[in-house]
């Protein structure tokens, strides 16, 4: 399975638009889960772009509201032109970013609003809209939020080792961020990974990064008890 998933990457990075960051205005070609979905730029270009939405993570199909938060998206953008900011690309070619909806609302923050969606807190910097939104979801026991204790997907899709963390964005998997490990501490400006000796048993106060290149541009520095 997992030679599968590689080799479908490598599939998917060679044919897939080589793009970093910017707009798209495209028309809905197919939804594959709430979160992902495949749109097609408007005339003259028409390219193919997978879109994985940012800052949020849906249920995975196999779990409750799965399936409702793929036919939400699918309600919200069918046949309509929507607009894609896009902040970066990840291993797989899909565009991580956000959708603007013809009458102005953003998507990913819609899914989050309505429950259908976590907010998937892998940005080094918090957003206070989607933890008021996902709250009030919460508040009004709205989808997922029907359930005491949801699992989030990250959790579901947990593989049992952790994945090798990536040196730069386009060799990671959005989808694993929190698998990979990295954190850093705002004081010290020291980041780590699972294979460093020294990695802190406790998360609290550490904040995540999706890569390696990330953290250093942020002016932190590997541990020195780092495996390269």
């Known amino acids: 399975m997992v030679r599968m998933k590689i080799s479908l990457a490598i599939v998917l990075a060679l044919f897939a638009p080589q793009v970093s960051a910017g707009t798209i205005i495209g028309t809905l070609v197919a939804v594959h889960q709430g979160d992902t979905f495949t749109i097609k730029s408007i005339p003259p270009e028409e390219k193919l772009y997978k879109i994985r939405l940012s800052d949020i993570d849906t249920p995975e199909p196999k779990q409750p509201f799965g399936l409702k938060a793929k036919e939400f998206t699918e309600t919200q953008v069918f046949g309509k032109e929507i607009q894609l900011e896009y902040e970066a690309t990840d291993f797989y070619g899909r565009l991580i970013g956000s959708v603007v909806l013809p009458q102005g609302k953003v998507l990913n923050e819609e899914l989050v609003r309505n429950g259908l969606a976590w907010y998937y807190r892998v940005n080094p910097s918090s957003s206070s809209t989607f933890e008021r939104l996902q709250y009030r979801a919460w508040e009004k026991r709205?989808?997922?939020?029907?359930?005491?204790?949801?699992?989030?997907?990250?959790?579901?899709?947990?593989?049992?080792?952790?994945?090798?963390?990536?040196?730069?964005?386009?060799?990671?998997?959005?989808?694993?961020?929190?698998?990979?490990?990295?954190?850093?501490?705002?004081?010290?400006?020291?980041?780590?990974?699972?294979?460093?000796?020294?990695?802190?048993?406790?998360?609290?106060?550490?904040?995540?990064?999706?890569?390696?290149?990330?953290?250093?541009?942020?002016?932190?520095?590997?541990?020195?008890?780092c495996i390269q």
């Open 142 to 225: 709205l989808g997922i939020w029907v359930e005491p204790s949801p699992t989030p997907p990250w959790q579901f899709r947990r593989e049992k080792i952790f994945s090798v963390p990536p040196a730069t964005v386009n060799q990671m998997d959005y989808d694993l961020i929190l698998n990979y490990g990295i954190i850093g501490d705002p004081e010290s400006k020291i980041y780590w990974w699972p294979a460093c000796k020294d990695y802190p048993e406790k998360k609290d106060n550490k904040i995540i990064f999706g890569y390696k290149q990330l953290a250093q541009d942020m002016g932190y520095h590997s541990s020195l008890n």
